[in-house]
Every structure is written in C-alpha cells, then in structure tokens.
C-alpha cells in the first residue's frame, strides 16, 4: 500500500503505512522524501527501531554530520544524545533556533527518535519558513531579495557562554566553538529539494544582516524573529513512544519545551549532511 501522508495545521506532515526498522522500498522511500521536501517536517508514530536501524535510514539519505558540541552515545558517535535528568533545570534546545546554521555548508536535517519521555509536557514546536516566507509582505520580499546574514555558535557553545554553563557536562568542545569562522547565508534561500523560497535566519545563530548598520540589522533582524513564530505557521508535536521527527534545517524551525521537570527526558538525534544554499531569487 505504501506511504500514507497526512497533511498537518500549521507545518508538517505525519506518515502512517512503513515501517522504519526494515529498510524502505524505492517506492516508500521515494513518496517519504517528497514529503519531507514539501512539508519540512515529518513525523512517524509506533516505529521501534534500534541505533542501528536509525543510522541505516539516516544514511539513506545523506552522510551523517557529527554533531561537535553534544554528547555523543557510547556506542555509536552518529547519534547525539539529548538528556534532561529529572534533576536538571534547563533542557537542551529549549527556546527557537534551526540546527547547524553556524557551520559553512549547513546541515540537509535531523532524525529524532523518542527513547525515553516523561509521563505529560517535553513537546516540541516546529515552525515552517516556507509559510513565513510566503506570508511577508510584498515590499518585505523586496527589501530581503539579496540580503546575507552572519551566524554564529561562539555566543551558545563557546568559552563562558551562559548556555553551556547552564547545561553542564551535556554541552562542550568550546575550543571548537572559539574557532569555528563565521558563516554567511542568503536570508530568503531556495530549497534545493522543493524549490521553493523559505526564509533562513534564526533567533539562535543568525546574529547580524551583512553590511547593514548595526541598529538597522538588529532591527530587522527582531522583526523577522517575531514574524516567524506566528501561530499560524507552527504546530507542537506530542511525542509519544515510538515515535520519530524528521525535520528540514533549511525550512524550519523549532523548539523543545522545557515543562516536565522532576522527570527524564531522553533524545537520539542524527544530524544530516547538507549543501551550499542557493538565495531565493
């Protein structure tokens, strides 16, 4: 029968119908990653698949981008593992961002797997650039064709920054941080999947316009961040045993909440590899 794709409110789609333990067929496998392409988020339900059956479907589809700043699984260093104890405060992805944009060539996207969840809250909010990017205004769009913005990771995981002090033994390797250049990314892009025009900076990483005066950039900048969280372009994921988030780094973006306290929460993600954006023009 194959895949069976449901359209989602908001951002996202869930896919009924494969099995992610056993390897998909061309035809699955072809009908998942057109929606991945047209949704940037999908999700699946009752899956129960080992590490190593999810670096198998990671490698389907692109070279795993090590993550350098998480904790790594003692047995397989592709999967990062994100921990909240139920004695910790501050969870890890807890506020909006997209995942790698720091890096030169950014990451195509990440696979979350649910290994252990506690019993209400620890959802996470997904936010679709495309939409954001279509629901600009006309002279927005203008104002935004051939922009560049910076990104950054020194100010979340380098030396002395509060985001890694607050996170303990499960943040590290500021050295790297420290010496990691810059990088610079269209501000609208176009998708190399879906070809569609989506919106690329974050509230996380993107720290400044490319020559534009510091006020002017900033305020741009926080402009854009408030106009990407509307509800309207977003939708929460309950997770639940068994569950998987595949997510588009290049066309959303998303948030962990932090609301369980007192309880574990335990995440298996591999990154992906990606390519050099192309702007949206």
């Not at 807890?94 to 790698?100: I, L, Q, R, Y």
């Not at 995440?267 to 390519?275: N, Q, V, Y």
Request: proline fraction near 5%; charged fraction near 20%.
């Amino acid at each position: 029968m194959g895949a069976q794709v449901n359209s989602l409110p908001g951002v996202g789609a869930e896919i009924v119908g494969v099995n992610l333990a056993r390897e998909l067929s061309t035809e699955e496998f072809g009908q998942v990653r057109a929606a991945y392409a047209e949704h940037g988020i999908i999700f699946f339900r009752d899956q129960s698949i080992s590490e190593e059956q999810h670096i198998a479907f990671a490698r389907r589809w692109a070279p795993i981008d090590i993550n350098r700043f998480l904790t790594a699984h003692p047995k397989h260093p592709e999967i990062a593992v994100l921990t909240k104890e139920a004695d910790q405060q501050e969870n890890i992805g807890g506020a909006w961002h997209t995942d790698h944009s720091y890096d030169q060539i950014p990451a195509m996207g990440s696979i979350l797997v649910a290994r252990e969840l506690p019993p209400a809250g620890g959802n996470t909010v997904f936010a679709s650039m495309y939409r954001a990017y279509e629901a600009l205004a006309e002279d927005m769009k203008r104002r935004l064709a051939g922009l560049r913005a910076v990104h950054s990771a020194r100010h979340i995981f380098g030396k002395g920054a509060e985001y890694g002090k607050a996170r303990g033994g499960r943040i590290g390797n500021a050295d790297a941080a420290e010496h990691l250049v810059d990088s610079v990314h269209p501000v609208v892009i176009t998708h190399p999947l879906s070809g569609k025009k989506a919106l690329y900076v974050n509230s996380a990483y993107t720290i400044r316009i490319e020559g534009m005066p510091e006020a002017e950039s900033q305020n741009l900048l926080a402009e854009l961040f408030a106009h990407c969280v509307r509800p309207e372009f977003s939708h929460e994921f309950v997770w639940r045993p068994g569950s998987i988030a595949m997510w588009d780094n290049r066309s959303t973006w998303h948030w962990a909440k932090n609301d369980y306290h007192g309880h574990r929460r335990e995440m298996h993600r591999i990154t992906l590899a990606g390519e050099a954006l192309s702007p949206g023009e």
